[in-house]
C-alpha cells in the first residue's frame, strides 16, 4: 500500500559527488517524508539527514557541509544530494517516512528498499 522506491546509487572515487532519490506513493494514505539513514557493512543503521514539513533540516556532523537534503512537494520525492564523497560515506542508503491511513489515526515508520552507495579511495 505504502511504497518508497530509491534510486541514485552507485560507485563513485573519493571526493565526487551522487544525487539520491526516494518518491513515495500511497491510496488512502498521507504520507509525510522525513529523511535518510545509512547503514555501513557490519554497522548499525544510522540518521544522515531530516526534513520536517517547513523545510527545516539537520544533518549527522559527520556529513555536514557536504550533502544536502532537500523534497520537491508537489512530487513527493525526497532527495540527498552528496558532495566531496568518502569512502567512510560507503554504505547502503535508506529513506523513511510516516504515513497513516486516510481513515485511521495513528501513523507508522515506513522505510525504501536501500540503495548501495560506494566511494572508492
Known amino acids: 500500500q505504502v511504497q518508497l522506491v530509491e534510486s541514485g546509487g552507485g560507485l563513485v572515487q573519493a571526493g565526487g559527488s551522487l544525487r539520491l532519490s526516494c518518491a513515495a506513493s500511497?491510496?488512502?494514505?498521507?504520507?509525510?517524508?522525513k529523511g535518510w539513514y545509512r547503514q555501513a557493512p557490519g554497522g548499525q543503521r544510522e540518521l544522515v539527514a531530516v526534513?520536517?514539513?517547513?523545510?527545516?533540516?539537520n544533518y549527522a556532523d559527520s556529513v555536514k557541509g557536504r550533502f544536502t537534503i532537500s523534497k520537491v512537494n508537489t512530487k513527493n520525492t525526497v532527495y540527498l544530494q552528496m558532495n566531496t564523497l568518502k569512502p567512510e560515506d560507503t554504505a547502503v542508503y535508506y529513506c523513511?517516512?510516516?504515513?497513516?491511513?486516510?481513515?485511521?489515526?495513528?501513523?507508522?515508520?515506513?522505510w525504501g528498499q536501500g540503495t548501495q552507495v560506494t566511494v572508492s579511495s
Open positions: 523513511n517516512a510516516a504515513a497513516k491511513a486516510t481513515y485511521g489515526t495513528f501513523w507508522y515508520d515506513y
Open positions: 500511497g491510496t488512502l494514505f498521507s504520507i509525510n517524508l
Open positions: 526534513i520536517n514539513s517547513d523545510g527545516g533540516t
